[in-house]
């Protein structure tokens, strides 16, 4: 094998959606976004729409294609970017749900697709996506008169519970929407943590899903070994890698291992990151190069045939840190040229 072997369990997926499920008395939607949040967003759609979801969550209408192509018209499959120019023919056919965001994006909704389905997203404070207070104002009553499926906004600070953006955006959102019938949602994973008082009539969960923080419960979802390609013996005072940026300081043993930043290994992980065999740790050294690492194996008793990069001794989140970044990015970022391996779907 050359290349490294990305596990995914889709049944740790189903168990982190139906214990943030159980947190809450509202019906609980997915996030499956940027395929699935890297693991594939139609065979996470798959096991999730087995589960009991009905409502998934995409960012752009094109990553709604291959979640309709795998389930068919039965679930809701709702774009957070809205009814965007272009996505009109995507839309009608796939049957999909723009929250339109602006004034903008409503008129046209209205125009182009009169009596499709729509969701409107509002924004609480977060200044990046959704129609502001007097925006609203201006649209509400015609908006309201055509019954969307759902009423939203996101939290920018949910994964810090005592930040005091959280009430904050909670009291805009109750101005903005009480007193309406439409369903209303704001918690995605985060929000799900905070409490009852964020649920409202749907959660949104996403990164939950797929075993990252906040949600300090969740199950793990993927494990990524790395092929070893060669171990060579280097005498003291060799170097090794690009720009001879690590020299050993005593006799040793390197592996040269079968991944890099084309697989979405950050670059910033040079001489950071930890691979293990079994328990035992085995440091990056030197650069990482485009489709190499170098590792310090000379510790281990044995010749390995694959180090781990993620996986029961180092998360996802534990990675991030090391790169300075978060699980999300370490998730999303995972390479086209990992040999797959899927369990549960």
Known sequence: MGTGRLTIDLDAVVANWRALDGMTACKTAAVVKADGYGLGAANVAKALFKAGVRQFFVAVAEEAVPIRAELGEKPDISVFSGHMKGD????????????????????????????????????????????????????????????????????????????????????????????????????????????????????????????????????????????????????????????????????????????????????????????????????????????LLTVDVTDLGDIPSKLTLIGPQQTVDDLARAAKTIGYEVLTQLGGRYNRKTFGK
């Open 88 to 291: 009109t023919d995507l839309i009608r056919e796939l049957n999909l749900t723009p929250m339109l965001n602006s004034v903008d994006q409503l008129t046209h909704h209205f125009e182009v697709l009169p009596g499709h389905r729509f969701g409107v997203q509002l924004d609480t404070g977060m200044n990046r996506l959704g129609m502001e207070l007097q925006e609203w104002a201006a649209v509400a009553e015609l908006a309201l008169a055509q019954h969307p499926t759902l009423v939203m906004s996101h939290l920018a600070c949910a994964d810090e519970p005592d930040h005091p953006m959280n009430p904050y955006q909670l009291d805009n959102f109750k101005k903005m929407t009480d007193g309406i019938s439409a369903p209303r949602s704001l918690a995605a994973t985060g929000g799900i943590l905070l409490g009852p008082d964020y649920h409202f009539d749907l959660t949104r969960p996403g990164i939950g899903l797929y075993g990252g923080m906040p949600f300090e419960q969740a199950v793990a979802t993927i494990e990524l070994d790395l092929p070893v390609i060669q171990v060579r013996d280097v005498a003291a005072g060799e170097v090794v890698g690009y720009a001879n940026s690590w020299q050993a300081d005593r006799p040793s043993k390197v592996a040269t291992v079968s991944g890099g930043y084309a697989d979405g290994i950050f670059r910033t992980l040079s001489d950071k990151a930890t691979l293990y065999h079994g328990q035992q740790p085995c440091p990056v050294i030197g650069r990482v190069s485009m489709d």
